[in-house]
């Protein structure tokens, strides 16, 4: 009997990871030494983002490397009960599965460690199935929703940003962490593509600093970005799109995490928008799930 793959309603491009968190409820700086919990659960910008659209009720599917070893085949299987399609997953015999390391106090992120140098040497091998006609082709390209991550190379983010592979796509962009923003300069100009970024990363993009996520999210729109997303902690997030400028106010919460909150409200505002919400309700509808995430909760 002939069993066809579920169509997945998006595609999750960059790094599928462990991640290995140290959380404690004290404050911290350099050379702290203090109780608290060590975790390791599956990580990485595309994965985090997978997980919460899969949340929402929507499948996504993986395109990133995995090595062979150990730690891909007990990745690849978590993502695959989680509800994730690994099928087309680039697994590297000779690269080992990427991983990230943080250390996170009470007064937020101390310090991390990403270590996806396999995701960025497989560089183009990931979107084969973007090619082969297996997700689509030059003449017949993906026409969906792309999540794409900041993990890339700057030079293949250069590439899709001209690729005839993506002519089709709606490209959703997030970077990896602010050290690696100004990758995402590849993208300004692309007709699709909307940048979701929290205020400093919106300042290095600009070469400049930002008061407001209103502000930020208008200078990347004429910048040549097609849309923006700007946070700011837990002052008013923004978007702006062909000059129309909407803010929101994030709730007060307890946080009780910090990793993985921007790809949270990437997520949650992707689902949002393709279940038929209006751009303000889903704003908000955004920054309630990234506020519910970092409360420690799992945000629906």
Not at 108 to 127: C, F, P
Not at 224 to 234: I, K
């Amino acid at each position: 009997m002939n069993f066809r793959m579920k169509q997945p309603d998006i595609l999750c491009i960059g790094s599928f990871l462990w991640d290995i968190i140290g959380r404690s409820s004290s404050s911290m700086r350099a050379g702290s030494d203090v109780p608290g919990r060590i975790t390791r659960l599956p990580g990485g910008v595309a994965m985090n983002i997978a997980m919460t659209l899969n949340n929402f009720g929507l499948t996504p599917a993986a395109l990133s490397a995995v090595g062979r070893d150990l730690e891909g085949d007990e990745l690849v299987g978590e993502a695959a009960r989680l509800g994730i399609i690994t099928d087309y997953v680039y697994r590297s015999e000779d690269l080992p599965t990427d991983s990230y390391m943080a250390i996170e106090g009470a007064n937020g992120l101390i310090a991390a460690i990403a270590d996806a140098h396999s995701l960025e040497q497989a560089g183009t091998k990931i979107l084969r199935p973007m090619s082969d006609g297996t997700l689509g082709s030059e003449t017949t390209p993906w026409s969906g929703l792309v999540a794409l991550d900041g993990n890339l190379t700057r030079d293949l983010l250069a590439d899709i940003a001209t690729s005839p592979l993506f002519a089709a796509s709606d490209l959703r962009v997030a970077p990896a962490s602010p050290g690696k923003a100004e990758r995402l300069l590849a993208l300004v100009g692309h007709p699709s593509a909307t940048l979701y970024v929290n205020l400093e990363e919106a300042g290095l993009l600009c070469q400049t600093t930002f008061k407001t996520a209103q502000d930020g999210a208008k200078a990347l729109t004429e910048r040549g970005v097609h849309r923006a997303l700007v946070t700011d902690g837990g002052n008013p997030a923004a978007e702006c799109l062909n000059g129309d400028i909407l803010t929101a106010q994030p709730p007060e919460v307890l946080v009780t995490r910090v990793t993985g909150a921007g790809d949270t409200f990437m997520a949650a505002h992707i689902a949002s928008e393709i279940q038929g919400m209006p751009r303000q309700a889903a704003l908000e509808r955004a920054l309630n799930a990234a506020a519910t995430y970092v409360s420690g909760e799992t945000p629906s």
